[in-house]
């Protein structure tokens, strides 16, 4: 059996031999489903354990074996051989290898040998890809630990992580990774890191004699320590309530292995590509068959036409033309800091509609800083980043203080402030190495802050401790909310206190107007969302008895997260382009809120929902409402991907950002993952597409700006062969119809489709961003890759060209000119001038410079002079059966040629006029809510 936990329930029914050999028979064991809503006496009788001794050997083994190893569970691994075969497996690719059969049995092993390549090619690349994939499991294993401090047959003992059990008494202690879920039966000035976990950018304080309600949220259970999360400070004990994949982190790990990957909309469309091709071909191949057949051809010589026409018709260049695009998109993010693990999510960011960012190191630099100080002599605002010890404490000029400071240097208490800072604080700053870039900090975060604004005062930390040695302490707890310190001074001694506004306040010797005063600034810094601090001294000449009274108020320091400097425009420019932005965070609702609005959110209540509001609602509830949310607050992992479900429900293609284990899941879930490469953890790297090596958002912004270049020129290497291959089935499909003769040889066909095409559609595939691209909402993940005029294009482009080479055709056969030759030649270089008309969808290929894409020239300019040698060198015309033109008669076949040049322009006109493709609208439920909610 299972409670709604996930355990197994002890095996209740043994035989007498195992009654008897088990005897004394042992407590029944219950292991609790919600032990943070029990105190701990509940906790230690539930699970049968003296929380004191600890188990004893012999139990632990029972419960080893009745509970297996603390480890997280992992689907079994899909085998290489396996995923190499499943890369063959889409339309596409079978499409390429059944063409591929047909080449090899028709004798034409040239073609044969480049369809191969080109499977072999995308084959490699995606079985590298998904190789690479399958190691976000194992990585998430890193975080169980490797040996832990419990307590068993009273004694203390170190044992592996993985022998673990529930009801195992454990010793916490600062720099320790927790091996297990633990309600905690003591703890000192116990921190916990959970950044990775809950998102929580500060550690969180943790108290043993606490009790919660069921329902509290992750980030709130203050009694409990989690598997995964790091001992920043204190020391704790408590007891093992859930281990292995019963944990956080293992329902974490369940979630990865539930989670099957998203098709891309680039994967879906070229699905339903491969697939009209594919019967497309197939059916008008076959009537062409027939139809020569029928006017007295060779059943032969019709039927290797009609494989070779088949051949001809599928663009079998196009998924290594895509793969290339791909490949130089991928190299060019890279140039910008950002890592693509799977190649088609280059193309998914310029699909991206909504962005679900996490808060904590990706709008934040989660790292803490001091952002404004108060005295009572002023108000201050203090500049830098991070922990770096660079930056100004700058007066703030319309502050109403009975002093006119100009400069901070004139304010006495900020020297005290300092000295506050340095001595009444356990942290230790690290100077930035070739393995960390930027400042670091060994304990607290806020003690790290409180270090920085030390130096950024003028005053050197070390020193001051040197200096002024501490003598006692008393470390601060949560019913005290203060942390008050001793140091020696000279002939006496100085006592330093910081806390909570008002739990310094009931520590001063007087409460005057000067700590209303802070009481005021207090309030309204922490309105936005800053977390206040208040310091305050005592100087005595003799060791006190008691510390923490008769103190003086030094002053008040606000501390936050702060928003990435960048993050701001980085919104603005995804605004711009239609791309909605949603804050979701492990955070409080006020803290989320905050920085929402510090980048340029404008948020109303109604915008935001928590966790516990969002487990109230269904997902068809939550489908009505997902468009009107902003921020997502104190939410859980599996909330994420509900969230982000919800999104795509609607239909949206949505880009997920984190960097903590927390928000592996949901990377996974998403269209496309993004984690942060800095301040990310393995997990959620190993589970994104896409890493940003400078945890910069604005890189976001420029890898959806390649993204969209990227589709743009995959629709425009489509849009360049589909139109000529369905002009050379319309030439071969009308010629015996009209009552003309088959007018191109098989080996004619075929040099078309691998010479004549190839160059000039590599070349397209690195035009550069249309100027418009990034003002024009994203594409619906619904369009077809045939959509917005794609189809109609190819249509009638194909059409034109059939009837531009039927015509000279009969004109040629008329003027007993060789024919052949000059229809030949015609649809080779009808297709390298459309390949020049098709630069742009709108825009004149005579307004765009040649300096902007010389290799699409280039690529032309080669292909026609290949093309000449064909008509005029005696070798090549002996292999592709052509005969020399006149002047006159090239002169015919170059105009007739450059005829779809000026048509296309013709359509380009029409279309700027009538506005046919204007900017696109999003749809209305990707707009942002009105403020008014």
Same mark, same amino acid.
């Given at each position: 059996?299972?409670?709604h936990?996930?355990w197994?329930?002890p095996?209740?029914?043994?035989?007498?031999?195992?009654?008897?050999?088990?005897?004394?028979?042992q407590?029944?064991?219950?292991?609790?489903?919600?032990?943070?809503?029990l105190?701990?006496?509940?906790? %230690?009788?539930?699970?049968?354990?003296? !929380?004191?001794?600890?188990?004893?050997?012999s139990?632990?083994? +029972?419960?080893?074996?009745?509970?297996?190893?603390?480890?997280?569970?992992?689907?079994?691994g899909?085998?290489a %051989?396996?995923?190499?075969?499943?890369?063959?497996?889409?339309?596409m690719?079978?499409?390429?290898?059944f063409?591929?059969?047909?080449?090899?049995?028709?004798?034409?092993?040239?073609d044969?040998?480049?369809?191969?390549?080109?499977?072999?090619?995308?084959?490699?690349v995606?079985?590298?890809?998904?190789y690479?994939?399958?190691?976000?499991?194992?990585?998430?294993r890193?975080?169980?630990?490797d040996?832990?401090?419990v307590?068993?047959?009273?004694a203390?003992l170190?044992?592996p992580?993985?022998?673990?059990?529930?009801g195992?008494?454990?010793e916490?202690?600062? $720099?320790?990774?927790?091996?297990?879920?633990?309600?905690l039966c003591?703890? /000192?000035?116990?921190?916990?890191?959970?950044?990775?976990?809950?998102?929580?950018?500060?550690p969180?304080?943790?108290a043993?004699?606490?009790?919660?309600?069921?329902?509290?949220?992750?980030?709130e259970?203050?009694?409990?320590v989690?598997?995964?999360?790091?001992?920043?400070?204190?020391?704790?004990?408590?007891?093992?309530?859930?281990?292995?994949?019963?944990?956080?982190?293992?329902g974490?790990?369940?979630?990865?292995v539930? +989670?099957?990957?998203?098709?891309?909309?680039?994967?879906r469309?070229?699905?339903?590509?491969?697939r009209?091709?594919?019967?497309?071909?197939t059916?008008?191949c076959a009537?062409v068959?027939?139809? =020569?057949?029928?006017?007295?051809e060779?059943p032969?010589?019709?039927?290797?036409?009609?494989?070779?026409?088949a051949?001809?018709?599928?663009?079998?260049?196009l998924?290594?033309?895509?793969t290339?695009?791909? %490949?130089?998109?991928?190299r060019?993010?890279?140039?910008?800091?950002?890592?693509? *693990? #799977?190649?088609v999510?280059?193309?998914?960011?310029?699909?991206?509609q909504?962005?679900?960012?996490? /808060?904590?190191?990706?709008l934040?630099?989660n790292?803490?800083?001091?952002?404004?100080? !108060?005295?009572?002599?002023?108000?201050?605002r203090?500049?830098?980043?991070g922990?770096?010890p660079?930056g100004e404490?700058?007066?703030v000029?319309d502050?109403?203080?009975?002093h006119?400071?100009q400069d901070?240097?004139?304010?006495?208490f900020?020297d +005290?402030?300092?000295?506050?800072?340095?001595?009444?604080?356990?942290?230790?700053?690290?100077?930035?190495?070739?393995?960390h870039?930027?400042?670091s900090?060994?304990?607290?975060?806020?003690?790290?802050?409180?270090?920085?604004?030390?130096?950024?005062?003028?005053?050197d930390?070390?020193?001051?401790?040197?200096?002024?040695?501490?003598?006692?302490?008393?470390p601060?707890?949560a019913?005290?909310?203060?942390m008050?310190?001793?140091?020696?001074e000279?002939?006496?001694?100085?006592?330093?206190?910081k806390?909570? &506004?008002?739990?310094?306040?009931?520590?001063?010797?007087t409460?005057?107007a000067?700590?209303?005063?802070?009481?005021?600034?207090?309030?309204?810094?922490?309105?936005?969302?800053?977390?206040?601090?208040?310091?305050?001294?005592?100087?005595v000449?003799?060791?006190?008895?008691?510390l923490?009274?008769?103190?003086?108020?030094?002053?008040?320091?606000a501390?936050?997260d702060?928003?990435r400097?960048e993050?701001?425009?980085?919104?603005?420019?995804?605004?711009d382009a239609?791309?909605?932005?949603?804050?979701?965070?492990g955070?409080?609702?006020?803290?989320?809120?905050?920085?929402?609005?510090?980048?340029?959110?404008?948020?109303?209540?109604?915008?935001?929902?928590?966790?516990?509001?969002?487990?109230?609602?269904?997902?068809?509830?939550?489908?009505?409402?997902?468009?009107?949310?902003?921020?997502y607050?104190?939410?859980?992992p #599996?909330? /994420?991907?509900?969230?982000?479900?919800?999104?795509?429900?609607?239909?949206?293609?949505?880009?997920?950002?984190?960097?903590?284990?927390?928000?592996?899941?949901?990377?996974?879930?998403?269209?496309?993952?993004?984690?942060?490469?800095?301040?990310?953890?393995?997990?959620? /790297?190993?589970?994104?597409?896409m890493?940003?090596?400078?945890?910069?958002f604005?890189t976001?912004?420029?890898?959806?700006?390649?993204?969209?270049?990227?589709?743009?020129n995959?629709?425009r290497?489509s *849009?360049?062969?589909l139109?000529t291959?369905?002009?050379?089935?319309w030439?071969?499909?009308l010629?015996?119809?009209?009552?003309?003769?088959?007018p191109?040889?098989?080996?004619?066909i075929?040099?078309?489709n691998?010479?004549t095409d =190839?160059?000039p559609?590599?070349?397209? $595939?690195?035009?550069p961003l249309?100027?418009?691209?990034m003002?024009?909402?994203?594409r619906?993940?619904?369009?077809?890759l045939?959509?917005?005029?794609? !189809?109609?294009?190819?249509?009638?482009?194909?059409?034109?060209?059939?009837?531009?080479?039927?015509?000279?055709?009969a004109?040629?056969?008329?003027?007993?000119?060789?024919?052949?030759?000059m229809?030949? @030649?015609?649809?080779?270089l009808?297709?390298?001038?459309?390949?020049?008309?098709?630069?742009?969808?709108?825009r004149?290929?005579?307004?765009?410079p040649?300096r @902007?894409n010389? !290799?699409?020239?280039l690529?032309?300019?080669?292909?026609?002079?290949?093309?000449?040698? &064909?008509?005029?060198?005696?070798?090549?015309?002996?292999?592709?059966?052509?005969?020399?033109?006149?002047?006159?008669?090239?002169?015919?076949?170059?105009?007739?040629?450059?005829?779809?040049?000026?048509?296309?322009?013709?359509? #380009?006109?029409?279309r700027?006029?009538?506005a046919?493709?204007?900017?696109? %609208?999003?749809p209305?439920?990707l707009a942002?809510?009105?403020?008014?909610?």
């Amino acid at each position: 059996m299972l409670n709604h936990r996930g355990w197994r329930q002890p095996r209740p029914a043994r035989s007498r031999s195992e009654e008897a050999a088990s005897a004394p028979s042992q407590p029944h064991l219950v292991v609790p489903a919600e032990p943070w809503s029990l105190d701990v006496a509940e906790v %230690a009788s539930s699970l049968a354990v003296d !929380w004191s001794r600890g188990l004893s050997g012999s139990d632990a083994g +029972r419960r080893r074996a009745e509970f297996g190893a603390n480890q997280l569970t992992t689907e079994p691994g899909v085998s290489a %051989a396996r995923l190499l075969a499943g890369q063959f497996l889409n339309a596409m690719v079978i499409v390429l290898i059944f063409a591929g059969i047909v080449t090899a049995l028709t004798g034409e092993l040239a073609d044969t040998l480049v369809i191969g390549a080109i499977v072999l090619l995308n084959g490699t690349v995606g079985f590298v890809q998904e190789y690479r994939a399958q190691r976000a499991l194992e990585v998430l294993r890193s975080f169980e630990g490797d040996r832990v401090t419990v307590r068993r047959d009273g004694a203390v003992l170190s044992i592996p992580s993985g022998d673990v059990v529930p009801g195992d008494v454990v010793e916490l202690a600062a $720099g320790d990774l927790v091996a297990a879920d633990v309600r905690l039966c003591e703890s /000192k000035n116990l921190r916990l890191a959970e950044a990775a976990l809950t998102g929580e950018s500060e550690p969180v304080f943790k108290a043993a004699d606490t009790v919660v309600a069921p329902s509290t949220p992750v980030a709130e259970r203050h009694n409990m320590v989690f598997k995964g999360t790091a001992v920043a400070l204190g020391r704790g004990t408590g007891i093992v309530v859930a281990t292995g994949p019963h944990t956080e982190l293992g329902g974490i790990a369940e979630l990865l292995v539930a +989670r099957s990957e998203v098709p891309t909309p680039l994967q879906r469309r070229l699905t339903v590509l491969a697939r009209v091709m594919a019967v497309g071909a197939t059916a008008i191949c076959a009537l062409v068959f027939v139809v =020569g057949v029928l006017r007295g051809e060779s059943p032969r010589d019709m039927f290797i036409t009609s494989v070779s026409l088949a051949v001809a018709a599928i663009p079998e260049g196009l998924p290594a033309i895509i793969t290339v695009s791909l %490949a130089l998109g991928a190299r060019r993010m890279a140039e910008r800091h950002a890592l693509i *693990r #799977k190649l088609v999510a280059v193309e998914t960011l310029g699909s991206v509609q909504v962005i679900c960012t996490d /808060k904590t190191g990706t709008l934040t630099e989660n790292r803490m800083q001091v952002v404004r100080v !108060w005295t009572p002599l002023g108000e201050y605002r203090v500049t830098g980043s991070g922990y770096s010890p660079e930056g100004e404490v700058l007066a703030v000029a319309d502050v109403a203080s009975p002093h006119d400071l100009q400069d901070h240097h004139e304010d006495p208490f900020l020297d +005290r402030l300092a000295t506050v800072s340095a001595l009444c604080n356990d942290a230790t700053l690290h100077a930035p190495t070739g393995d960390h870039p930027n400042w670091s900090v060994t304990g607290d975060p806020t003690e790290g802050a409180l270090i920085a604004l030390t130096s950024k005062l003028g005053s050197d930390a070390d020193r001051l401790r040197q200096s002024q040695p501490r003598v006692e302490e008393l470390p601060f707890d949560a019913d005290r909310r203060l942390m008050t310190t001793v140091h020696r001074e000279g002939l006496g001694f100085a006592v330093e206190t910081k806390g909570a &506004v008002e739990a310094v306040g009931a520590v001063l010797a007087t409460r005057d107007a000067v700590f209303d005063a802070a009481l005021g600034v207090a309030e309204g810094w922490a309105s936005e969302g800053l977390r206040v601090l208040a310091m305050a001294e005592h100087r005595v000449k003799e060791a006190p008895e008691r510390l923490e009274v008769d103190l003086q108020l030094i002053g008040l320091v606000a501390i936050t997260d702060p928003p990435r400097a960048e993050v701001t425009s980085a919104l603005r420019e995804c605004r711009d382009a239609g791309v909605r932005t949603v804050v979701i965070t492990g955070d409080h609702p006020s803290t989320a809120v905050s920085v929402a609005r510090w980048i340029g959110l404008e948020v109303t209540p109604d915008q935001v929902v928590t966790g516990e509001e969002l487990a109230q609602l269904d997902d068809d509830a939550l489908d009505r409402r997902v468009d009107q949310v902003m921020v997502y607050a104190r939410v859980q992992p #599996k909330d /994420k991907l509900r969230i982000v479900a919800s999104w795509q429900r609607r239909g949206a293609v949505v880009a997920m950002t984190g960097d903590g284990v927390n928000d592996a899941p949901a990377l996974r879930q998403a269209d496309i993952g993004i984690a942060m490469g800095v301040s990310g953890t393995d997990v959620s /790297k190993e589970a994104a597409d896409m890493v940003l090596e400078d945890d910069n958002f604005a890189t976001i912004v420029a890898a959806i700006e390649e993204g969209r270049r990227i589709y743009d020129n995959i629709r425009r290497v489509s *849009r360049y062969l589909l139109s000529t291959n369905i002009g050379e089935l319309w030439v071969m499909l009308l010629a015996p119809v009209i009552g003309l003769p088959i007018p191109l040889l098989a080996v004619q066909i075929l040099w078309m489709n691998l010479v004549t095409d =190839g160059l000039p559609a590599i070349a397209l $595939g690195v035009e550069p961003l249309e100027p418009s691209a990034m003002g024009r909402a994203p594409r619906d993940r619904r369009e077809s890759l045939f959509g917005d005029g794609l !189809w109609q294009h190819v249509l009638w482009v194909g059409v034109f060209m059939a009837a531009s080479v039927l015509t000279l055709e009969a004109v040629a056969r008329s003027q007993g000119w060789p024919w052949q030759t000059m229809v030949f @030649s015609t649809l080779a270089l009808l297709q390298l001038a459309h390949a020049l008309a098709v630069r742009s969808e709108s825009r004149s290929l005579f307004r765009m410079p040649v300096r @902007s894409n010389r !290799w699409l020239y280039l690529s032309v300019a080669v292909t026609f002079v290949v093309q000449v040698l &064909v008509i005029y060198l005696r070798p090549l015309q002996r292999l592709f059966h052509t005969s020399s033109l006149s002047v006159g008669q090239l002169t015919v076949v170059i105009l007739v040629s450059s005829s779809i040049l000026f048509a296309v322009e013709l359509e #380009k006109l029409i279309r700027r006029r009538s506005a046919i493709r204007p900017v696109r %609208a999003a749809p209305t439920w990707l707009a942002p809510p009105s403020s008014g909610g």
